[in-house]
């Protein structure tokens, strides 16, 4: 510390995340109504799950997260943006996605049993632009939430043309 002092520091180690900001032809977004027991509250979200396979490209987590949490693959994805969710406490890394050219996974070949919290998790479409606005006014409080949803408004200003590719390193 400055001053040659020391300090002690708790904090959560984290494998890392990502999410994916599901764009349709409509011009929506994907939102999930998850309940979270700390907050002890649902929350809208993004679909979203912890980087837990060794060596899974992180675009890859990204496809099976939207697959099991959602029921959708896409066939155009970029990456929308990086965080840490909370660097004072945590060192958790969220890539945030695009996903775009989205289909709905037949049930027939949908076979992800959800679990606990997942498993009366509604899946929405919101206008892009409302989002924004739930997102300005307090309705959505989920940070990869937010700042997907922010993100993609802004890249969606040029048709999302300036974006990373999904296989860009992390900085």
Same mark, same amino acid.
């Given at each position: 510390?400055?001053?040659?002092?020391?300090? +002690? /520091?708790?904090?959560?180690?984290?494998?890392?995340?990502?999410?994916?900001?599901?764009?349709?032809?409509?011009? /929506?977004?994907?939102?999930? /109504?998850?309940? #979270?027991?700390?907050?002890?509250?649902?929350? =809208?979200?993004?679909?979203?799950?912890?980087?837990?396979?060794?060596?899974?490209?992180?675009?890859?987590?990204?496809?099976?997260?939207?697959?099991?949490?959602?029921?959708?693959?896409?066939?155009? =994805?970029?990456?929308?943006?990086?965080?840490?969710?909370?660097?004072?406490?945590? +060192?958790?890394?969220?890539?945030?996605?695009?996903? #775009?050219?989205?289909?709905?996974?037949? @049930?027939?070949?949908?076979?992800?049993? /959800?679990?606990?919290?997942?498993?009366?998790?509604?899946?929405? =479409?919101?206008?892009? +632009?409302?989002?924004?606005?739930?997102?300005?006014?307090?309705?959505?409080?989920?940070?990869?939430?937010?700042?997907?949803?922010?993100?993609?408004?802004?890249?969606?200003?040029? @048709?999302?043309?300036?974006?990373?590719?999904?296989?860009?390193?992390?900085?």
């Amino acid at each position: 510390m400055p001053g040659g002092e020391t300090a +002690d /520091r708790d904090y959560v180690k984290h494998p890392g995340s990502v999410a994916v900001a599901a764009i349709d032809d409509a011009g /929506r977004v994907l939102l999930l /109504r998850q309940y #979270r027991h700390p907050v002890r509250s649902l929350l =809208w979200e993004l679909p979203a799950g912890i980087r837990d396979v060794p060596g899974e490209p992180l675009v890859e987590c990204a496809a099976r997260e939207l697959a099991e949490e959602a029921g959708y693959r896409a066939a155009t =994805w970029h990456t929308l943006v990086d965080l840490y969710t909370s660097p004072g406490m945590s +060192d958790e890394r969220i890539r945030v996605f695009l996903a #775009r050219d989205l289909e709905r996974i037949p @049930d027939e070949e949908n076979t992800y049993v /959800r679990h606990d919290e997942e498993i009366d998790m509604p899946v929405e =479409w919101v206008p892009l +632009d409302e989002a924004v606005e739930k997102a300005l006014a307090g309705m959505i409080h989920n940070s990869p939430a937010i700042a997907g949803i922010l993100a993609a408004y802004a890249a969606s200003s040029d @048709d999302y043309k300036g974006l990373r590719a999904a296989s860009a390193p992390e900085a």
